[in-house]
């Protein structure tokens, strides 16, 4: 048996944790021909061409993830998470609504941080259609014009419905799937906005702020880690967002 399998087993045997992210599959990186050279540092071993990640490494990553999302959480930050695979979807979603927090689970829309203004003018029309649709002010329209008014509606739900409650541009942006999502890492970087997530064995880690190695392919494995960083977000109450009349109350009182 190779040595780096016994090592593995051994890992295994001496950690519960480690055997649960062994079975949801998060140590199955990509072929080695596809592995970024900076996440070599991760990797334990290889099998049938296939990169393997170190799960001891794995757990503590996603325990300094998860320490920084729910600091972020504590101080007041806006994340928004984004995961367009068709597998991370439904728990992108989730993950995000059970927290409150905006996603992003279909194609990225190009300017969604470096040109917010337009994106927030897309988005109130879209709240504009919906206010009118259930005010029945649509009524005065002609059939085939409620109808274009009704399919812009749900055109723009898909594509704006995780962020229609946005209204500045996000402080985190939290990736699940970075290979798919470049421009969205793109576009923080110009507009100085933090990036987390999932780096599998094909994305350079310089990319994140902070980040888990791991599968970003695996249901189980984006499952695994989605459901440990909810849930332990979820304990912590986020602060308070500070308005200008509240912080020039405590200027005065200090005087």
């Not at 070599?40 to 920084?68: G, P």
């Not at 101080?75 to 927290?99: N, P, Y």
């Not at 906005?193 to 392919?217: E, H, K, Q, S, Y």
């Given at each position: 048996?190779?040595?780096?399998?016994?090592?593995?087993?051994?890992?295994?045997?001496?950690?519960?944790?480690?055997?649960?992210?062994?079975?949801?599959?998060?140590?199955?990186?990509?072929?080695?021909?596809?592995?970024?050279?900076?996440?070599?540092?991760f990797i334990s071993s290889m099998r049938n061409t296939v990169h393997i990640i170190?799960?001891?490494?794995?757990?503590?990553?996603?325990?300094?993830?998860?320490?920084?999302?729910?600091?972020?959480?504590?101080?007041?930050?806006?994340?928004?998470?984004?995961?367009?695979?068709?597998?991370?979807?439904?728990?992108?979603?989730?993950?995000?609504?059970?927290?409150?927090?905006?996603?992003?689970?279909?194609?990225?829309?190009?300017?969604?941080?470096?040109?917010?203004?337009?994106?927030?003018?897309?988005?109130?029309?879209?709240?504009?259609?919906?206010?009118?649709?259930?005010?029945?002010?649509?009524?005065?329209?002609?059939?085939?014009?409620?109808?274009?008014?009704?399919?812009?509606?749900?055109?723009?739900?898909?594509?704006?419905?995780?962020?229609?409650?946005?209204?500045?541009?996000?402080?985190?942006?939290?990736?699940?799937?970075?290979?798919?999502?470049?421009?969205?890492?793109?576009?923080?970087?110009v507009a100085k906005v933090l990036v987390a997530g999932i780096a599998d064995t094909?994305?350079?880690?310089?990319?994140?702020?902070?980040?888990?190695?791991?599968?970003?392919?695996?249901?189980?494995?984006?499952?695994y880690i989605l459901s440990k960083i909810q849930g332990e977000m979820a304990k912590?109450?986020?602060?308070?967002?500070?308005?200008?009349?509240?912080?020039?109350?405590?200027?005065?009182?200090?005087?």
């Amino acid at each position: 048996m190779p040595e780096k399998t016994v090592e593995i087993e051994k890992k295994v045997a001496s950690s519960p944790e480690i055997e649960e992210m062994m079975r949801a599959g998060l140590h199955f990186g990509h072929k080695s021909s596809k592995t970024h050279p900076e996440m070599r540092k991760f990797i334990s071993s290889m099998r049938n061409t296939v990169h393997i990640i170190d799960l001891e490494k794995t757990r503590e990553k996603l325990v300094e993830l998860i320490d920084q999302m729910k600091a972020w959480r504590e101080e007041g930050k806006t994340i928004l998470f984004l995961g367009t695979k068709v597998q991370a979807r439904d728990m992108v979603r989730e993950t995000a609504e059970s927290l409150d927090s905006p996603y992003v689970i279909n194609r990225w829309i190009g300017g969604t941080l470096t040109n917010f203004k337009v994106i927030s003018e897309r988005i109130e029309y879209l709240n504009e259609l919906e206010r009118k649709l259930k005010e029945g002010e649509l009524d005065q329209y002609t059939k085939k014009e409620r109808l274009d008014l009704t399919n812009d509606k749900e055109k723009l739900e898909k594509k704006f419905g995780g962020i229609r409650n946005l209204t500045k541009i996000p402080d985190v942006l939290f990736i699940v799937d970075a290979d798919e999502n470049g421009l969205a890492i793109k576009e923080a970087k110009v507009a100085k906005v933090l990036v987390a997530g999932i780096a599998d064995t094909n994305v350079d880690p310089a990319l994140f702020d902070a980040f888990v190695p791991a599968n970003d392919d695996a249901v189980s494995s984006l499952s695994y880690i989605l459901s440990k960083i909810q849930g332990e977000m979820a304990k912590v109450k986020p602060e308070a967002p500070k308005t200008e009349e509240k912080e020039a109350e405590k200027t005065n009182g200090e005087h």
